[in-house]
């Protein structure tokens, strides 16, 4: 069962080691970055995995984009995956797929209509993520057809729609910070998935109160 607590986000550092670590130098030059630069991830849509000791060994976040548009020409909302990433101590534990099943399972509980995202499909078919659906859809910058895949959660959601993806997520109240996520003090909402002697962790950071400088 999922329970909600608070508490000051420490994940920050560990996560962008791990991103550091599992994606490479050149991580901030894909075009899925320009999605992400300077937005908070969707609401209750930052998901991390712990080992028992609290360690952060697995991170995913979703971000809040326009599909495009639909025929009668309306914003498609939708939500931008990545990056996914998991500790390679970890990988071939379960954690990967743990982590993208809670992250659609709240996705779609908080009644969003498709997850687009750009990586391997030979992975990410499996939990139901196909190019076909993002055929007429196009990442702001270079990418590759075939590893452009979405999922409707809502039947139909992507019929139609076509164009560029827009960041539309709620933009950082102080982009400066990034720099320095270590002195940052926020608010994180954490709902803690039992998972085989793991915790996976949906963090969502709502407000930072106070930053010290
Ligand atoms: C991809 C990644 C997130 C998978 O995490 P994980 O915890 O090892 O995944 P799981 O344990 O849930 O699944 C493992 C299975 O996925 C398969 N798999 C992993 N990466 C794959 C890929 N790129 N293509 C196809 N299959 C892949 C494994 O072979 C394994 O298959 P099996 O179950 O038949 O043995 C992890 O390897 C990682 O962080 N890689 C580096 C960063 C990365 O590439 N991120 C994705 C960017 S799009």
Redesign the pocket.
Known sequence: MLSLSTRKIRATSSRENLLDL??GPNRRRKSSETLRRDRVPAEGLALVARDPDGHVI?TVRLWNVEAGVSREGVPVDALML?????D?A?????????L?RAAIGEAKSRGHGAIL????A??YERFGFFAAKAQHLVMPGPFERSRFLAIELKDGWLDGAAGILIASGRKLAMPRLRARPETTNGIVLEKHVPFSGYSCSVVGMHRLLRATS
């Open positions: 599992a994606m697995g990545g990056p996914l990433a998991v390679a970890h990988e071939g534990k379960g954690i990967g797929g743990a993208m995202l750009v990586g391997d030979p992975y």
